[in-house]
C-alpha cells in the first residue's frame, strides 16, 4: 500500500499570506494544461489554439490546445486503468490518500478578486476533506430473510466519470466534481471551461502528490467538441455538468444514447423576499451577497430582490450606498472587492441588459456602466459597476433572464401570498431566500419557494455538508453533502441462501 504522509492543515492565512503576484498582467501561463496519466501532456494542436484571456487586463494569458479524439481516448483508458486499482480499495484506504495540503492560488484566469478565490480554493480543500472522510462510511445494508436466508447491499462506484465545468468557479466546480467521485471509488475526466483552463490541472496535481494512482483524475482542455467527445464515449459511466441550461439539455441527451445517469447544476433566476419585519442591516447585506460576488456570476444569485413596500426606500436607500461603496480593480489586491467580468463579449451582454432594462422602464439607481481603472495595465479588463435596477416589474427582460452579471432588480410587494406567487413564476429553480423576524413565517414561505437550495436571513451560503442543486430546469442531482454519494455509486443487492433450494421443477 502507498503510505500518504500526513501533513498539518496550513491555516488560511499561512496558505495563502503572501501573494506571489503584486499586481495583475505579470503571469505567464506556460506549462501544458492536458493532464492524464498523472502528469501535464502536451499536445499537437488539431486546429487554430484560441487565445485565452485574463479578464483582468484584457492580456493574453495562454493558448488552448483543445483535446481531439486521441487524447479523449487515452484519457479515458487512463482513467479506466485507475479504476481498476482504485475500485477495489476500501473507502477508509481511499480517504487516507486524499488529505492534501491546497498551495496557495492565484486565479488570474477567472478575474475575481483573491479574497473570493482563497474562499473558494478553502470550498475546495473542505469538499476534498469532506469526502475523504465520508469515504470510510460508505456502507451496504444487511436485509434478514425467513429461514435464515438474508441478502447484503454493496455500494459500488460507477467507473469512469465526466466532469464538465462552467467559467465562473473553475477551481471549486473541479472539486466539487470530484472529490466525491473520486472518494465513492471512481475515476474521473474533467472538461474545464475553455474560457478558463488554468485551475482545474492543479487540482490535478495535487491528487497525484496526495498519491493518488495516476490517471485518476485526468483534465483534457476543449470546448463543446471535447465535451461532446467524453459524453460518447463508451467507457464514461456518468457525466456531471455545470453549466447554462441550453447545454445541460444537450448532454442530458448525449448521455441518454448511452443511458448514463447525469447530474446538471444549470443557471438560475433566484428571489430574494424581504419582509417589513427584518432586520434591515442584515437584509442588506444579504442582497449585496445575493449579486454581486464573483461579479454577479453566480448561479444561485438571489437577482430578483422582492421588498415590501413600507420598508422600500429605506432599504434602497441603503443598498445604494453600499453598492456605490465596493472597491473595484485589480483582482489581485486584498482590497479590491470586484474585479474583471470574465470576457469582453460577456461584459457587452450585461451591459446590454442594463440598457434593456432602462427602456422597458426600470430605474437606474446606480451602475451599470464600464469601468476604467486608473492603472493603466488594467485599462484593457473587462470591468463594470455593480447596479441596482429600481421600479422593476414581472415582465420586464432582466427580471425574467438571467444575466449573470452585477446586476440587482429590485421589485415591490405588498402580501405574502403575493409574493410567494411571483417568486416561485420562473421555469428555473436554484435557489431563494428570505429575511424576517418572524420564525414562523420563514419556515411557511420556505415551505412553499419552489427552489433546491433556500435561504433564512442570509444568502449564497454553500457549506459542504449541505445538499447543493436546482428545482425545475435549474438542474437534476445534487452535489455536495451525503446524498451525492448515491449519484456516484450503483446499488448492488446480493440474495444469500442458507437453506436448500425450493425447486419448483
Ligand atoms: N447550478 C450551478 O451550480 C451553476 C450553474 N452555472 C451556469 O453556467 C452558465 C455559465 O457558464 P458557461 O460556461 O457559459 O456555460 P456553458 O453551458 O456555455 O458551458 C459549460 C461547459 O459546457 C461545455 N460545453 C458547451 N457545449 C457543449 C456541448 N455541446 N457538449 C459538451 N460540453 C459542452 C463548455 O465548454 C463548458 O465547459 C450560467 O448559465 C450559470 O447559471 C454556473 C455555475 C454554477
Known amino acids: 500500500m502507498l503510505a500518504f504522509a500526513m501533513r498539518s492543515r496550513p491555516t488560511a492565512a499561512k496558505v495563502y499570506g503572501g501573494l506571489r503576484y503584486a499586481s495583475s498582467g505579470s503571469v505567464d501561463v506556460q506549462a501544458p494544461l492536458n493532464f492524464w496519466g498523472g502528469a501535464r501532456r502536451k499536445i499537437q494542436p488539431h486546429s487554430d489554439s484560441d487565445p485565452v484571456y485574463e479578464p483582468s487586463t484584457g492580456r493574453v494569458l495562454c493558448r488552448l490546445d483543445a483535446a481531439g479524439a486521441p487524447e479523449v481516448e487515452q484519457a479515458v483508458q487512463d482513467a479506466q486503468s485507475a479504476f ?16 492534501e495540503e491546497i498551495a496557495e492560488m492565484e486565479v488570474v484566469n477567472n478575474g475575481k478578486s483573491i479574497t473570493e478565490a482563497r474562499l473558494d480554493v478553502d470550498s475546495a480543500r473542505l469538499c476534498v476533506e469532506y469526502y475523504a472522510g465520508l469515504a470510510g462510511t460508505l456502507a451496504g445494508q444487511h436485509i434478514q430473510l425467513a429461514g435464515g436466508s438474508f441478502a447484503y447491499t454493496r455500494r459500488e462506484p460507477l467507473g469512469v466519470c465526466v466532469g464538465i465545468g462552467a467559467w465562473n468557479y473553475p477551481f471549486q466546480i473541479a472539486a466539487w466534481k470530484s472529490a466525491p467521485a473520486l472518494a465513492c471509488g471512481n475515476s474521473m475526466v474533467f472538461k474545464p471551461s475553455p474560457l478558463t483552463p488554468v485551475t482545474a490541472v492543479l487540482l490535478a496535481e495535487v491528487y497525484t502528490q496526495a498519491g493518488a494512482p495516476p490517471g ?14 467524453l459524453c460518447h464515449h463508451p467507457q464514461v459511466a456518468k457525466v456531471s455538468f455545470t453549466g447554462s441550461v441550453p447545454t445541460g439539455k444537450k448532454i442530458m441527451e448525449m448521455a441518454s444514447k448511452g443511458l448514463k445517469p447525469v447530474t446538471l447544476e444549470l443557471g438560475g433566476k433566484s428571489p430574494l423576499l424581504v419582509f417589513e419585519d427584518s432586520e434591515l442591516d442584515n437584509a442588506v447585506k444579504g442582497a ?20 415590501q413596500r413600507r420598508i422600500l426606500p429605506e432599504f434602497l436607500k441603503e443598498v445604494v450606498k453600499r453598492t456605490r461603496a465596493i472597491q473595484i480593480g485589480d483582482p489581485l489586491h486584498g482590497d479590491t472587492r ?54 422593476c416589474t414581472d415582465d420586464m427582460t432582466c427580471v425574467r433572464e438571467e444575466i449573470f452579471g452585477p446586476v440587482m432588480s429590485v421589485l415591490s410587494f405588498d402580501t405574502e401570498e403575493e409574493v410567494l406567487r411571483r417568486a416561485n413564476d420562473s421555469p428555473l429553480g436554484l435557489a431563494a431566500g428570505v429575511f424576517t423576524r418572524d420564525v414562523k413565517r ?64
Open 288 to 307: 449585496l451577497m445575493a449579486n454581486f460576488l464573483s461579479q454577479g456570476q453566480v448561479c444561485s444569485n438571489g437577482t430578483r430582490v422582492f421588498v
Open 84 to 99: 481498476a486499482v482504485w475500485s477495489k480499495m476500501s473507502g477508509m484506504e481511499r480517504s487516507r490518500r486524499r488529505r
Open 338 to 391: 470586484m474585479g474583471a467580468l470574465v470576457s469582453q463579449p460577456h461584459l457587452n451582454k450585461v451591459l446590454g441588459f442594463v440598457e434593456q432594462a432602462k427602456q422597458e422602464g426600470a430605474v437606474l439607481l446606480c451602475g451599470g456602466e464600464r469601468f476604467t481603472p486608473s492603472d493603466p495595465k488594467l485599462q484593457g479588463g473587462y470591468y463594470m459597476t455593480p447596479c441596482v435596477l429600481g421600479d
Open 216 to 229: 485518476l483524475l485526468n483534465v483534457l482542455q476543449g470546448g463543446q467538441e471535447t465535451g461532446s467527445l
Open 442 to 505: 420563514a419556515h411557511r414561505v420556505v415551505e412553499q419557494l419552489k427552489a433546491g437550495s433556500c435561504f433564512i436571513n442570509n444568502y449564497n451560503i454553500t457549506p459542504v455538508e449541505v445538499p447543493f442543486g436546482g428545482f425545475k430546469m435549474s438542474g437534476i442531482g445534487r452535489e455536495n453533502g451525503q446524498v451525492t454519494v448515491e449519484h456516484y455509486t450503483q446499488l448492488k443487492s446480493v440474495y444469500v441462501e442458507m437453506g436448500d433450494v425450493d425447486s419448483l421443477f
